[in-house]
């Protein structure tokens, strides 16, 4: 026979079954990884993304100890279209150089990638795909992060150790720390010093533009591979160099 405090557990249990979400729709609670901007980072890629027409890259800054954060988004001059970005090798060596100056390992501004599209769309193109996996497929981890016009937003986190695979991450501004006032002045001056509609490119034709020029031209997977190729060359630096 049921004890009366058995009978209040059996429907407990029969309210907590009813309750409960059909086994697809749980969130994973390993979801914990999370890719976070600063909200100064996060006003910045706005911007960019805004400013003009075309899609608009870069690489995302992350302190050592953080490294899916977010503190900055750090443009290199590139060739854009509506669909496509091509960053100019030289341009994303001497960012390389820069961020190894300043004291930064290869994993705080060379594994996070970050894009624009115009349109509502945040889904990775083919050619997405395929530049993220000849540009950053050898590092160890790296991330694929598009924000479209429209507020949407894609981010993959990478592995090539081991099996290898990667899963979608969810993406949030993170209001915890403290952060930068807004510098829209400098967000325009860089906007205008890096990011040239391919077409724009091919017109003018300059000297000091040749490389740019080319890697409009080669097209994105090319341009990148010069970027992976110079990171590669400076990772041995890293480990002979004392800390
Ligand atoms: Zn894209």
Redesign the pocket.
Known sequence: MKTPSNKLKNRRLKLRRLLRRPRENRVRPRSRTRLRFSPTAWAKLLYLRDRGGT?VGGFGIAPAADLLYVEDVRLVRQACTV?SVAFDDLSVAEFFDEQVDAGRRPEQFGRIWI?T?PGESAE??C??EETFARAFGSSDWSVMF?LARGGKTYCRLQFSTGPGGGFQIPVAVDFDREFAASDAKSWSLDYANCVRAAEEFARLGTPGAASFADAALFGPEQALDGFQESALRKEPFFDERPL
């Open positions: 899609e669909v894009h599209h990775p193109s050619v997405d598009i």
